[in-house]
């Protein structure tokens, strides 16, 4: 018979009340990375409501554990958040995972977790492995404060105005970003914001091919091109945060636009904004679409 790890009786030691959801993180790769508590839990709970059945089950076979599954996606949520309140209002305890690192952060997950809490039912996190957080223990970007942006809008007009948006903001900015759109969204940072600004580039965290590639944006592009790979496996983009400088720029590119609206269209008063302030003339546009709907509203 096999001994118990000596953690697991550390893990046994805290309250696991029944009729709980227990929102459970799970590896971001490296299968080692799950947590002694963790393991204790999924093996504790009834079942476990997952983001995908398939992968959640490759899982905990490579665990050593045997539970039912509840396919828990974001085309489902609402629905099985009932079966899920059903089941603890009955005394069973449920676990919640997605495919990789804690569920309802740029995850399914968080509807679930609504509900259940509306419902008065009881909710316990389990922390574990985190993309964010391990992207930028790796950085060295000297920053104590990141804003998690997730994923940017798929359409370019609808992520340009989103950037445009974080144009200002001194934290570091956090987005997650899928293989195939990694050239197309560093072309568009490299479009809106200025070149010589840092960029971290982090794949494959934890896997065996793991990847993080510090940079000036301005050579993030050359980067990714020179190696096929790089468009494959998923990426956390790390983005150094606006000076006070840029903060000072960005008010009065504001300001100038302001007084070119009220005689210009929005691609001249772009055009001019940009040779007065030596700007980008992509960034200025974006921003005197915005600053021209807000007047419209």
Known sequence: MTTPHPLLAHA?????????LYVVATPIGN??????????VLEK???????DTRNTAQLLKQLGIVKP?????EHNEREVADKIIARLQQGESI?????????????PGARIVDAVRAAGLKVVPLPGASAVITALSASGLLNDQFYFVGFLPNKAGQRNSALTALTGITATLVFYEAPHRIIETVAALATLFPATRKIVLA??????FEEIHRCDLGEASAWL????????????????GATPDQNGELREAERILSILLTSCSVKQ????????????????YELALRMQATNEA
């Open 12 to 20: 046994a030691q805290q309250s696991y009340p029944a009729s709980c």
């Open 31 to 40: 299968v080692a990375d799950i947590s002694c508590r963790a393991l204790y």
């Open 45 to 51: 709970v009834q079942a476990i409501a997952c983001e």
């Open 69 to 73: 599954l509840m396919a828990a996606h």
């Open 95 to 107: 676990a919640l995972v997605s495919d990789a690192g804690t569920p309802a952060v740029s995850d």
């Open 203 to 208: 794949r494959e965290l934890t896997k065996l």
């Open 225 to 240: 091109a020179a190696d096929s790979h790089r468009e494959k496996g998923e990426y956390v983009v790390l983005l150094e």
């Open 269 to 284: 008063s772009a055009t001019l904004a940009a040779q007065i302030t030596g700007q980008k003339k992509n960034a200025l």
